[in-house]
């Protein structure tokens, strides 16, 4: 079975340029989460979605962060304009209803 | 919300040594899970484990909900065990609330 899918792997990009993240999550699971994870600290939640619903997006900063689910299955994470304190891991992950979470590798994003 | 917390931050240990992870979290929860991650960031599952023991090789754990804390069993460690172990529990609204996790550097 596949796992949770993300591109790019790797982004460096200069403040205030846009860009954009990918994500397929594991088939069948209806519920798609983005997680943001700083140098040594755990993840923390964005954005939830139930199939094409965002059901959680109190941690989304929505003046430059956008998500969509479109379809319900493939999810893109986007930021416009990016700034430096958004150098991060963005992570990608998939579950079953409120089941077992997992990840994929994660994209991480250089803001320079 | 639940905050989570681990025990201990940073552990060094010699190859083929045991060793035990604590996670307390401060309410009831619907989920907890175990990842670690490797030195390329990927959060590998290790254990969906709400309530109850279960084991996995070298590796086992236990979850005590009405007492609200969970440990990882290492056992027999490897070198390959290095790395970062993360408990993470459900949150209300189904997200996964992640502790600061336990640095692990096995020596050869």
């Known amino acids: 079975e596949a796992g949770v899918v993300q591109s790019p792997r790797y982004k460096i990009i200069e403040k205030k340029q846009p860009v954009a993240f990918w994500c397929n999550p594991i088939?069948?699971?209806?519920?798609l989460y983005w997680y943001l994870q700083n140098l040594g600290q755990g993840p923390e939640l964005l954005i939830r979605?139930?199939?094409?619903?965002?059901?959680?997006d109190s941690q989304l900063p929505k003046d430059r962060f956008s998500a969509e689910r479109l379809k319900g299955v493939d999810s893109t994470l986007k930021i416009q304009p990016a700034e430096l304190g958004d150098s991060a891991v963005y992570l990608c992950?998939?579950?079953?209803?409120?089941?077992?979470?997992?990840f994929g590798p994660g994209t991480r994003l250089t803001v320079l | 919300g639940i905050q989570v917390e681990q025990s201990p931050p940073d552990l060094i240990l010699q190859e083929g040594a045991n060793s035990t992870l604590r996670c307390n979290f401060s309410?009831?929860?619907?989920?907890l899970q175990w990842f670690h991650q490797n030195p390329w960031g990927q959060l590998i599952n290790l254990f969906y484990?709400?309530?109850g023991t279960k084991q996995n090789g070298r590796l086992s754990a236990t979850t005590v909900a009405t007492e609200r804390y969970s440990l990882l069993y290492i056992s027999s460690s490897q070198t390959t065990d290095s790395g970062v172990y993360f408990c993470?529990?459900?949150?209300?609204?189904?997200?996964?609330?992640f502790g600061k996790g336990t640095k692990l550097s096995v020596k050869p």
């Open positions: 992950a998939s579950s079953l209803l409120d089941n077992e979470q997992f």
């Open positions: 088939s069948g699971h209806n519920t």
């Open positions: 979605y139930e199939n094409e619903e965002a059901v959680d």
């Open positions: 309410d009831s929860v619907n989920n």
């Open positions: 484990i709400p309530s």
């Open positions: 993470a529990v459900g949150g209300s609204q189904g997200n996964l609330i």
